[in-house]
Antibody
Framework: EVQLVQSGAEVKKPGESLKISCKGSGYSFTSYWIGWVRQMPGKGLEWMGIIYPGDSDTRYSPSFQGQVTISADKSISTAYLQWSSLKASDTAMYYCVRQIRGLRMYYFDYWGQGTLVTVSS | SSELTQDPAVSVALGQTVRITCQGDSLRSYYASWYQQKPGQAPVLVIYGKNNRPSGIPDRFSGSSSGNTASLTITGAQAEDEADYYC???????????FGGGTKLTVL
């Protein structure tokens, strides 16, 4: 059974750093892209970027380029989303997703349970 | 701003058919995928590609596309279908992903 299990909820102060994780199991972790999706409170879904754990090829949405870092450790089948200096506006639920890239489509067939990040002074 | 446009809210009577649409230039070249999100839960993929349903998704869910518009149709809507629905696709450049703003479906 394919599973993406994310790390637990975080409460941080503005300016602090943070790294959240997403552990894949039940499939070949290095053969599928892993993405991150943000959902701010009461708002829609936003695609942040993806990484291919097999070779660490990483792509970012222009909206998130330079704001976050996506990485992966294939030895432990885990992807990460990292901030160096959090802002209150980073408060959101973050989902990791397994992204399928087809000839005429991209879609997310498995989702993690979400990690709630709260940034408040 | 999103490159894919959805109606913010749609309603349907129990047992009736409802169509949720998603518009965008990239849909002329790429298929949309559709996700259902219920309150407090992670989204779930319901339609991908031309008209494919993942295992476990009822066959009352179907997808179609014409020009720059993709549609998700629920034939015989049930109370449990009340949720937010999001479309997504590759963006116009083909390299990135975009989501629609979401449609809140109410089953009356």
């Amino acid at each position: 059974e394919v599973q993406l299990v994310q790390s637990g909820a975080e409460v941080k102060k503005p300016g602090e750093s943070l790294k959240i994780s997403c552990k894949g199991s039940g499939y070949s972790f290095t053969s599928y892209w892993i993405g991150w999706v943000r959902q701010m409170p009461g708002k829609g879904l936003e695609w942040m970027g993806i990484i291919y754990p097999g070779d660490s090829d990483t792509r970012y949405s222009p909206s998130f380029q330079g704001q976050v870092t996506i990485s992966a450790d294939k030895s432990i089948s885990t992807a990460y989303l990292q901030w160096s200096s959090l802002k209150a506006s980073d408060t959101a639920m973050y989902y990791c997703v397994r992204q399928i890239r087809g000839l005429r489509m991209y879609y997310f067939d498995y989702w993690g349970q979400g990690t709630l990040v709260t940034v408040s002074s | 701003s999103s490159e894919l446009t959805q109606d913010p809210a749609v309603s349907v009577a129990l047992g009736q058919t409802v169509r949720i649409t998603c518009q965008g230039d990239s849909l002329r070249s790429y298929y949309a995928s559709w996700y259902q999100q219920k309150p407090g839960q992670a989204p779930v993929l319901v339609i991908y590609g031309k008209n494919n349903r993942p295992s476990g998704i009822p066959d009352r869910f179907s997808g179609s596309s014409s020009g720059n518009t993709a549609s998700l149709t629920i034939t015989g809507a049930q109370a449990e279908d009340e949720a937010d629905y999001y479309c997504n696709s590759r963006d116009s450049s083909g390299n990135l992903v975009v989501f629609g703003g979401g449609t809140k479906l109410t089953v009356l």
